[in-house]
């Protein structure tokens, strides 16, 4: 199969994977308990009120026109507005998706941080003790809930401690240029107000990282030592090179190029996933206004939260399987 043909055919496989997670996002939300209508115009509406709010919401209509629509919508580019603001749900996601970027950046970096160092000691092996609980950390850290976490640093370094504050986002900057904050910072060359954003972003984003850590921990175990066993490595211990630098130039350099994927992949998954770490420290980004939206019930909003956060990880999964087919041909087989 040529690469074009490979793209095509990928292509081909997201449309129906989109339409069928948009048709199955469009049921959830409707057999939720809970009326929009009334949550909107609360105890107290006559039925008259209700008639010209459904009127007006266009939830008077049969439900399969209510999903045509929402299908054709989407295929547009509009996925409507909010129940509760008026406020077309596009214009609200680019307004909370930045702090979700930022957290996410964030923790991404994090996770490398601890993740690869300890991959590259496991794989060494220096004893079977260092070994088994290496591989123990990154084992547990995955399966520890994020909530938890995330609560058990507030207690011990914002409560206990005051190190850093328990919950929110810190100051905004004067201007916004670029629309992430921290960036903004330092384009406006606001030092102090940059060192007070960094502080409220260091529990949640070390709390996300640490979780995502073991993934990347266990990953760059296994191809270090996969890497470790080829001819061009056992060559260059056969001619005398320090070990340091046949782990470090040769092996982990070879051995971070599979990672490439999986970073790709946490990196959609943790735009579209920081929803309990934000929640668990207020922080105002998309997973936390998705949140507030379902407790809402606001159709439009949940639905548009769920499709972009579909896209995205569509997207970049798309990109990653490109870029392996290309630099693999076996992948197009």
Not at 192 to 210: C, D, E, H, R
Not at 268 to 296: D, H, K, N, Q
Request: with cysteine; glycine share 8%; aromatic share 12%.
């Amino acid at each position: 199969m040529t690469l074009k043909a490979y793209i095509i055919t990928r292509s081909l496989l997201a449309l129906p994977m989109t339409i069928f997670l948009l048709s199955v996002v469009f049921i959830i939300v409707r057999i939720l308990p809970g009326n929009p209508i009334d949550l909107i115009l609360g105890p107290h509406a006559t039925p008259e009120m209700k008639t010209i709010l459904a009127q007006r919401l266009g939830l008077d209509i049969p439900i399969y026109l209510q999903y045509l629509h929402y299908i054709a919508g989407v295929f547009q580019g509009n996925l409507g507005k909010s129940m509760h603001t008026g406020i077309p749900i596009s214009q609200e996601i680019l307004q909370y998706f930045p702090n979700t970027v930022v957290l996410a950046v964030a923790a991404m970096f994090v996770a490398l941080a601890i993740g690869i160092p300890l991959g590259v000691l496991a794989s060494q092996r220096f004893s079977k003790t260092e070994d088994i609980i290496v591989r123990l950390f990154g084992a547990t850290v995955y399966v520890i809930p994020v909530f938890w976490l995330g609560m058990i640093l507030q207690l011990v370094f914002g409560v206990y401690l005051r190190i850093f504050p328990v919950a929110g986002i810190g100051p905004l900057p004067s201007k916004s240029l670029t629309g992430l904050y921290i960036l903004d910072f330092l384009l406006v060359g606001d030092l102090q107000g940059f060192a007070k954003s960094i502080s409220y972003l260091v529990m949640p984003a070390f709390t996300l990282g640490l979780i995502i850590s073991g993934v990347f921990m266990r990953l760059t175990r296994t191809y270090m030592v996969e890497t470790m066993r080829q001819d061009y490595t056992v060559a260059a211990v056969s001619r005398g090179l320090r070990k340091q630098t046949i782990i470090y130039k040769y092996a982990l350099r070879n051995a971070l190029l599979p990672l490439v994927t999986m970073i790709g992949l946490e990196i959609a998954g943790l735009l579209a996933g920081a929803v309990l770490t934000e929640v668990t420290f207020s922080w105002p980004g998309l997973g936390t206004y998705l949140v507030s939206r379902i407790g809402l019930r606001d159709y439009p909003a949940v639905q548009g939260c769920i499709v972009f956060f579909a896209v995205i990880v569509i997207v970049v999964s798309f990109i990653v399987d490109l870029t392996y087919a290309y630099l693999d041909p076996r992948v197009r087989l």
